[in-house]
């Protein structure tokens, strides 16, 4: 068997065995009073109108920020979104020692990671295909757009090719337990979302046959966070079930871009709101433990966070920021699925091909 069928058989078999440990969660009573949003540019916003990049990622109606409101919380304020355009699982394992007092303020955090990962993986496709070192991203892209679906069927029986991608997905499955164990030991009774990430080329017209194949390489990346709801607690949400029905009409993905368009982020919301028991319409729901605006801090913490909360929300944690009940914890039921082994090239020529359009814009 070779490395990527062993990786992934690996992960399938965690994702058996969370399946096993998991009750499915029931909407909690208690509104969080505090909400960090980590992750790469779906959480941002990156595309939507009104997105301005940088440290006020709280004018667009992403689907954090869509969340945020329904709660009744003040972006830069009681919701605090440090997720980063770009952003790899290696990039979030390095930002997390750097905001961990954010963590241990936090009852929600919501994540999003992994799609940038995939990009690591261009110049490898693009060098097992051409048979030459290929480094650069233009170059990658110029031999992905050229190549055959016979060279990718190739790619199977290439054990190097094969090696190489299998350590890009053990990297990604390393990193994300790595980010599981530091949010747990700082932030233990938070409520703790990760979004699977979707196939945005899934059932999109001219894209089909290359949206079939990139699902074995999803379902590896989605398999690492099943594996957090069995050694953490933490709940995964199934976002390919509401992008990948409509994945041309909910995502950017016929001009190349992979993000979720003003359409998209609104189903990503509902399936948030949906799994956390509340409505998008905030005058929908109750007021009793969401954030009295008038009690919540007035700024966002000055100075960077530290390891140890250097500088708080002015106004005291005890009238903005509380610990969630520890029983509002809960975990959603998996779904998973596997496809063949091709895949795994054909989703990195894809999904690859899309990010690297979104690098050469956020560049």
């Avoid at 409520?191 to 894209?207: A, S, W």
């Avoid at 933490?234 to 994945?247: G, H, Q, R, T, Y």
């Amino acid at each position: 068997m070779n490395t990527i069928k062993r990786i992934i058989t690996f992960i399938m078999a965690l994702t058996v065995m969370a399946s096993m440990a998991v009750t499915v969660s029931a909407a909690s009573s208690d509104k969080p009073e505090f909400m960090l949003a980590l992750g790469d540019s779906i959480t941002t916003g990156y595309g939507l109108e009104d997105y301005v990049d940088g440290d006020t990622p709280y004018l667009c109606d992403s689907y954090a920020n869509m969340i945020a409101k329904a709660l009744g919380l003040k972006g830069g304020e009681s919701y605090i979104n440090k997720a980063v355009n770009g952003a790899t699982s290696t990039d979030l394992l390095t930002l997390l020692p750097e905001i961990e007092n954010y963590l241990g303020y936090a009852d929600l955090i919501i994540v999003t990671i992994g799609g940038n990962d995939l990009l690591q993986a261009i110049p490898l496709v693009a060098s097992a295909i051409s048979g030459k070192n290929v480094t650069s991203l233009e170059g990658a892209i110029n031999v992905l757009t050229s190549a055959t679906p016979a060279q990718f069927a190739a790619l199977s029986r290439n054990t190097d090719f094969q090696t190489k991608i299998g350590a890009v997905l053990a990297k990604y499955a390393a990193n994300i337990a790595s980010v599981g164990e530091i949010i747990k030991k700082n932030a233990p009774e938070a409520r703790v979302l990760f979004l699977k990430q979707y196939n945005p080329m899934k059932n999109v017209l001219g894209f089909n046959d290359f949206g079939n194949f990139a699902d074995t390489m999803i379902a590896s990346i989605n398999g690492s966070m099943e594996a957090l709801s069995s050694a953490y607690g933490f709940e995964i949400l199934d976002a390919p079930s509401v992008i990948n029905v409509n994945a041309a009409g909910l995502t950017n993905m016929l001009n190349y871009d992979i993000h979720p368009n003003a359409a998209g982020h609104v189903e990503l919301a509902k399936l948030v709101a949906s799994h956390l028991g509340v409505s998008l319409d905030p005058s929908e729901n109750t007021t009793d433990a969401i954030t009295d605006p008038a009690t919540e801090p007035e700024t966002e913490p000055e100075t960077e966070p530290a390891t140890e909360p250097e500088t708080e929300p002015e106004t005291a944690p005890s009238t903005d920021v509380t610990e969630p009940d520890a029983t509002a914890k809960g975990e959603e039921e998996k779904k998973s699925g596997c496809a063949s082994v091709i895949g795994g090239g054909a989703v990195l020529l894809i999904s690859a091909c899309a990010l690297v359009v979104l690098k050469k814009k956020n560049d």
